[in-house]
T-cell receptor, first 115, second 113 residues
Framework: GAGVSQSPSNKVTEKGKDVELRCDPI?????LYWYRQSLGQGLEFLIYFQGNSAPDKSGLPSDRFSAERTGGSVSTLTIQRTQQEDSAVYLCASSPLHSSNQPQHFGDGTRLSIL | GDSVTQMEGPVTLSEEACLTI???????????LFWYVQYPGEGLQLLLK?????DKGSNKGFEATYRKETTSFHLEKGSVQVSDSAVYFC????????????FGKGTKLSVIP
């Protein structure tokens, strides 16, 4: 079946522009997560959604970052006024429900490059 | 907070050599433990998991045993193949109000013919 789908796969933009990244989770998965993978920091948690609500936004690095999820399915991560340090691979994951013993299923990520 | 420490790479092995990638964790309570693999140009894939002490996860010839006494979850394979070349991530998930996987920094494995 279809896995987690992310788009675009690559995004190059100029510093100061806004970007929007999309994640389409596995059908029926209610839990959705965003992570960031960068060379210096490894894999960092950004935000978790259960359905349409976000009980944990603790990983968002600044108020330039926001995310929403509508209809309990697709999620978008928005970065406003991008900075060069935002360059990273942004990964989305989903699981059937949130539980510590449920593995998270990852998409291939969006590689974001800020010029 | 939770943390995961795994051996730094890169690791280069000849085909059919034995592999061990060390992983230790600190966590609240008793976390579930995972190994994820990232092949070149691809996303993270779950390799194996263990959810309680003394559990052994296994997949594709890889194994890891959840050792509570040493807070470890070392990844092992008896005979590696060129196709095992990838980056391997150890991760923990403690639950208890935490929603995130906590990852190690990854170990890059290169297997040469």
């Amino acid at each position: 079946g279809a896995g987690v789908s992310q788009s675009p796969s690559n995004k190059v933009t100029e510093k100061g522009k806004d970007v929007e990244l999309r994640c389409d989770p596995i059908s029926g998965h209610t839990a959705l997560y965003w992570y960031r993978q960068s060379l210096g920091q490894g894999l960092e948690f950004l935000i978790y959604f259960q359905g349409n609500s976000a009980p944990d936004k603790s990983g968002l690095p600044s108020d330039r970052f926001s995310a929403e999820r509508t209809g309990g399915s697709v999620s978008t991560l928005t970065i406003q006024r991008t900075q060069q340090e935002d360059s990273a691979v942004y990964l989305c994951a989903s699981s059937p429900l949130h539980s510590s013993n449920q593995p998270q299923h990852f998409g291939d990520g969006t590689r974001l490059s800020i010029l | 907070g939770d943390s995961v420490t795994q051996m730094e790479g890169p690791v280069t092995l000849s085909e059919e050599a034995c592999l061990t990638i060390n992983c230790t964790y600190t966590a609240t309570g008793y976390p579930s433990l995972f190994w994820y693999v990232q092949y070149p140009g691809e996303g993270l894939q779950l390799l194996l998991k263990a959810t309680k002490a003394d559990d052994k996860g296994s997949n594709k010839g890889f194994e890891a045993t959840y050792r509570k006494e040493t807070t470890s979850f070392h990844l092992e394979k008896g005979s590696v193949q060129v196709s095992d070349s990838a980056v391997y991530f150890c991760a923990s998930h403690s639950g208890a109000g935490s929603y995130q996987l906590t990852f190690g920094k990854g170990t890059k494995l290169s297997v040469i013919p």
